[in-house]
Structure formats: structure tokens, C-alpha cells
């Protein structure tokens, strides 16, 4: 049960990456020299319905999983779901900038979870 939960976690936060990757290009698209496509709009909306599920996915584990996985773990989560960005940020950053300081944030809690996961589970 606990390595279903620690692979859970890791999913939901690789969808948020790619949603976050996504965001970027199609910012550039719609914004840049050429207009978005059916595709990248149906992708799209597709990245950021799986990254609002992953994000309820993550909540729900961060209030039930400290009886499963680690505090540390819990701790990281909570971290690496808050870069400390605010919606004024969102309103004056360039935006590919505020979806890469996001993506680093979530990246290094990919990275950390690893590391955590792999302590709790006892896997070298």
C-alpha cells in the first residue's frame, strides 16, 4: 500500500510537470508567431484537466498519507505545492517565467519524493 502511494504521488507530480512544460510552448504558440492548433488546444485542455486531478490527488494524499508514508515525505509535498509565487506574481511575471519557476519548484519535489520514497520503502 505504501509503494502504490509513493507511485501515486510521483504520477500525479510528473502530470503536473508536463501541464507546466505545456503551458510554456503553448504560450509561445498562442502568443508568438502562429496561432494554436485543434491539437494543442485539445492537449491542452486535456494537461490541465489531469493536472487539476493530480493536484486534488496530492491534497487528498497530503491529509490521509501521513498514516501511510513518512511526515518527511508529507513535508515535502507541501513544500514542493507552494514555490511561494502569488497570483501579483502571475499578474506582472513574464509568464513562461512564472511557469518555470513553478516547474523547478516541482521538479525539485520530484527529485526530493525519490530520495524520501525510496528511504521509507527501504530500497537501494
Given at each position: 500500500r505504501k509503494a502504490d502511494?509513493?507511485?501515486n504521488i510521483l504520477d500525479s507530480l510528473h502530470q503536473r510537470i508536463k501541464y507546466l512544460?505545456?503551458?510554456s510552448t503553448v504560450?509561445?504558440?498562442?502568443?508568438?508567431?502562429?496561432?494554436?492548433t485543434d491539437e494543442m488546444k485539445n492537449k491542452s485542455n486535456e494537461l490541465y484537466k489531469?493536472?487539476?486531478?493530480?493536484?486534488?490527488?496530492?491534497?487528498r494524499v497530503r491529509?490521509?498519507?501521513?498514516?501511510?508514508?513518512?511526515?518527511e515525505a508529507?513535508?515535502?509535498l507541501n513544500k514542493g505545492l507552494n514555490s511561494g509565487l502569488t497570483e501579483k506574481d502571475?499578474?506582472?511575471?513574464y509568464p513562461p517565467d512564472f511557469y518555470q519557476?513553478?516547474?523547478?519548484?516541482?521538479?525539485n519535489c520530484l527529485q526530493r519524493i525519490i530520495i524520501i520514497a525510496k528511504k521509507d520503502l527501504e530500497v537501494k
Open positions: 502511494l509513493y507511485s512544460e505545456n503551458e504560450y509561445y504558440s498562442e502568443y508568438g508567431d502562429h496561432s494554436l489531469k493536472n487539476s486531478e493530480s493536484l486534488g490527488h496530492i491534497g491529509d490521509i498519507g501521513s498514516f501511510i508514508i513518512s511526515k508529507i513535508e515535502e502571475w499578474r506582472e511575471m519557476k513553478e516547474l523547478d519548484t516541482v521538479n
